[in-house]
């Protein structure tokens, strides 16, 4: 599409918190943005799907439509923000094949059909940007896609989702169980009514499949990533880990895994983590969101900062907006998506990691000793194991009728294992749980250490 002088026309779809500041901002700062694009950004209206709902006085009614269609076909630049699949996916691909560069914050749509909008785009010769799509202000996605695009990326791991960085920091800090934490989460406006998406971790997980794809120049989706929350989390699990110099976060973690150290692939998962205290991650609090880079040349890399909110994610997306205008005025394109990799994506049974197991073990003479045999029998070795005083509790009497119970002494064990394979990890678990001695594998937590 062809612009007429020095101005850039602006479509906005969607006028939530992100879109009201990102509207905002286009009138507040005109002037420095147009210095930066090198040309005047006119938003031409904003596509909304209720027109008499209530809107912040920032935003100018009179560039309200509820005709999407009708903005994109006008515009140089559209910019998404309405979220969802659909009809979001429908209203991108017409920009895209209508000649307008795209801005998007929507991870879930990139992580579902990032690969069909990158080949459009590319077909259609305009650009795609989504840095908002992942941790909102900061600015990861850049970083992966051009300042280290001269190096091999090994390691993309971190905290990805701020409402359950901020649920499990509450229940460290102030002593606070899952419920409690998430409810104040909610009332403080970190998490939705439904947080199905942050706290189950498909949020985390979409923003990884992303990162991962630019990583490793490997298609990755959402669908190839293992996934687990943090509902399981309980405040037993922040304080045990604490005594043993670890705190709990919701970890995204993709690692490349070479030939030579076994199957080459990737292994990509979200899961909540014990944290050594001296690790770098550790030390991110609230709501806020880290990421952490490892690359052959560049080594270690830190990207930290505020991952949502309005004005935050608003700055990410002007970011590209002014990339995107500026590219419309001098010429040339974006990075294009850079597929070369191919490298598979491993099963979970495939990745390694250590673990913190928790187990409620009967207490008596020679358990303990049973259990290391287990783990050796399985080739997981054990870097320590805590025994915590034993208690008075009931169990299950064996080869009795269901409900049959009968009092016992009890004691908890607490296992960190060396590097083992999930695979291996699992075997044994079953193992236990079928165990005589074992009562209850009370929980399962990978580990990353420094």
Do not use: W
């Not at 989706?221 to 110099?245: C, M």
């Not at 070369?340 to 495939?350: C, I, R």
Request: with cysteine; net charge negative; glycine share 8%.
């Amino acid at each position: 599409m062809e612009h007429a002088g020095k101005t850039i026309k602006i479509a906005l779809l969607g006028c939530g918190t992100v879109g009201t500041q990102v509207a905002r901002l286009l009138d507040e700062q005109s002037e420095l943005l147009a210095a930066r694009a090198g040309a005047r950004l006119e938003l031409i209206g904003i596509a909304v799907n209720n027109l008499a709902a209530q809107r912040d006085p920032a935003i100018d009614r009179s560039l309200l439509t509820d005709d999407p269609s009708s903005l994109i076909s006008r515009a140089d630049v559209v910019i998404e923000l309405i979220g969802g699949i659909e009809p979001t996916r429908t209203f991108v691909c017409e920009a895209l094949n209508a000649g307008a560069s795209v801005v998007t914050g929507n991870k879930a749509l990139l992580a579902t059909h990032g690969p069909e909008l990158y080949e459009l785009a590319a077909q259609n010769d305009v650009d795609l940007y989504y840095e908002a799509a992942v941790a909102g202000a900061v600015p990861v996605v850049y970083g992966l896609r051009e300042s280290l695009a001269g190096d091999q990326v090994n390691t993309v791991m971190g905290i990805m989702n701020g409402t359950t960085n901020f649920i499990l920091d509450s229940m460290k800090t102030q002593g606070m169980d899952f419920d409690s934490a998430l409810k104040l989460a909610q009332d403080l406006g970190f998490a939705e009514a439904d947080p199905s998406a942050d706290v189950d971790g498909y949020d985390a997980g979409a923003k990884i499949a992303i990162l991962a794809s630019l990583a490793f120049h490997t298609r990755v989706s959402l669908g190839d990533v293992h996934v687990e929350g943090i509902r399981s989390v309980s405040a037993d699990d922040i304080a045990s880990a604490d005594a043993a110099g670890y705190v709990i976060k919701l970890i995204a973690r993709a690692h490349r895994h070479s030939a030579e150290s076994g199957e080459a692939g990737i292994e990509i998962s979200v899961s909540p983590t014990l944290v050594a205290k001296n690790h770098p991650l550790a030390s991110v609090h609230g709501s806020f969101n880290a990421v952490l880079i490892e690359a052959q040349s560049a080594d270690q890399l830190m990207f930290y900062g505020r991952g949502a909110g309005g004005a935050p994610t608003a700055s990410a997306v002007l970011s590209d907006v002014v990339a995107a205008a500026a590219k419309r005025v001098i010429g040339g394109h974006a990075p294009r998506e850079v597929l070369y990799g191919n490298l598979p994506v491993l099963s979970a049974a495939e990745s390694s990691s250590r673990y913190y197991m928790k187990l409620e073990v009967t207490d008596a003479v020679g358990v303990l000793a049973a259990l290391t045999q287990r783990f050796a029998a399985a080739g997981i070795s054990i870097s320590s194991v805590i025994q915590n005083r034993s208690h008075t509790g009931l169990s299950q009497v064996k080869g009795s009728t269901p409900g049959e119970m009968e009092s016992v002494q009890n004691a908890h064990i607490t296992i960190i294992t060396h590097l083992a394979r999930q695979a291996a990890i699992d075997a044994v678990i079953e193992e236990l749980k079928n165990s005589t001695d074992v009562i209850d594998v009370v929980s399962i937590l990978k580990v990353e250490e420094n």
